[in-house]
């Protein structure tokens, strides 16, 4: 699996990577690829996304200096922002070791996420039928700290994974993260009662794909 860190890329401009990626790990012209990047303040809107989720009004938005895009994934409506990792897997899942199967392919992601979670000292795990990451479910209050949405075609996978490392809280507060109104969100940041670079988190995030998509090489 090849990775490349991009650093910050406009969300649009990450995106027609993935779509000529996905071109050429469908051809068969390169091998599976792992993006890792962050991107400006966005909000996408997945394929089942509720306008009624998104909260402020276009002056705030644009006070913010937040944009709206209408993405292709699915899922509801997310927020990416500096101090968030975003991942986006370009494989073939009809290849070995993989397996044709978008439910298992996210639960895949989730397992990746919370391993490498688990490196930095936090406990997280699934809180169906949510799908992402969550921390705090021996509380009252589970909180999301990563939020996942996929998009398949003819089997080669684009989008991926937002994990709230130490993004602006506040920005949140713009939607109804994901659709889900009874549970809120948190950052690695707010669970550690530290600050925490984006960059320190991309050798346990690369190590754990690797292992759980039996990529070790």
Known sequence: MEVRWLGEQEY?????????????????????????????????????AGRANLLATSQQLADEGVQVVESDRGGDITYHGPGQLVGYPILNLQDPPHTPDLHAYLRRIEAALIDALASSGVAAGRFPPHTGVWVGLDGPEPEKIAAIGVRASRWITQHGFALNVDPEMRHFDLIVPCGIQEYGVTSLARVLGRPVSVEATLDPVIAAFRREFDLER
Do not use: F, M
């Open 12 to 48: 649009r401009a990450a995106w027609e990577l993935q779509r000529e990626l996905a071109a050429r790990r469908l051809a068969g012209d390169i091998e599976d690829t792992l993006l890792l990047l962050t991107h400006p303040p966005t909000l996408t809107l997945g394929r089942s």
